[in-house]
């Protein structure tokens, strides 16, 4: 099954293969789930997104129509539970609050880094994941799809209903508000460096 688009073993899912699940999960438990913890900064919750996703799955299973790629309509699925989740919390705005999130981290992968070098790592990650966490709501959603899924602009469009050049135009001012928040902090420390 490795070798089948995911397309392919939906439909095998579809027939009734119950090791296509087990095939759908190797493949976006994790995904879903780090999706799904970048939007909400919760792990308990982020896991029951991840469950509720494939719970919805194989309740849908006769519904999925393979018009576009299967990954849209996983992502489609996260992205729907996490704004419920988000409005439950009665903190759904378009524009949030900047959130202290210092047990969070942004994933990095590095080799074998000194113990200096991994303080500095974390500190990094810790910026970075608090000032993507101050981005708007929409930025912030094109931005973590974009770069930690390395979704398609289409997909992202897909995923969030939006049109293409809203989601190219969501996604560059990400960047470009990132950049803003980023350069002093990136500035303050070569500084630093220098004394």
């Known amino acids: 099954m490795q070798g089948l688009r995911d397309e392919e073993v939906m439909a095998m899912y579809q027939k009734g293969d119950v090791l296509a699940m087990d095939e759908l999960l190797k493949r976006y438990k994790n995904p879903i789930f780090h999706f799904a913890y970048r939007f909400l900064g919760n792990r308990d919750e982020a896991q029951e997104i991840a469950q509720e996703v494939f719970l919805r799955i194989h309740i849908q299973k006769d519904r999925y129509k393979p018009m576009g790629k299967f990954s849209t309509w996983i992502f489609a699925i996260a992205h729907h539970l996490c704004v419920s989740v988000i409005r439950k919390r009665r903190r759904f705005v378009l524009w949030p609050r900047k959130k202290d999130q210092e047990d969070a981290y942004v994933d990095f ?24 966490d ?7 959603e094109a931005l973590v799809l974009r770069e ?12 969030m209903k939006r049109s293409i050049n809203t989601v190219k135009s969501l996604v560059h001012r990400a960047r470009m508000n990132l950049k803003q928040k980023l350069l002093p902090i990136v500035y303050e420390v070569e500084r630093g460096q220098q004394c």
């Not at 200096?116 to 993507?132: F, H, P, Y």
């Not at 101050?134 to 912030?140: D, M, V």
Request: glycine residues 0%.
């Open 134 to 140: 101050t981005l708007p709501f929409l930025q912030k």
């Open 109 to 132: 992968s590095s080799s074998d880094p000194s113990p200096d070098e991994s303080t500095i790592q974390n500190d990094l990650q810790k910026t970075v994941k608090r000032c993507i």
């Open 148 to 159: 930690y899924h390395a979704m398609s602009y289409e997909d992202i469009a897909a995923t």
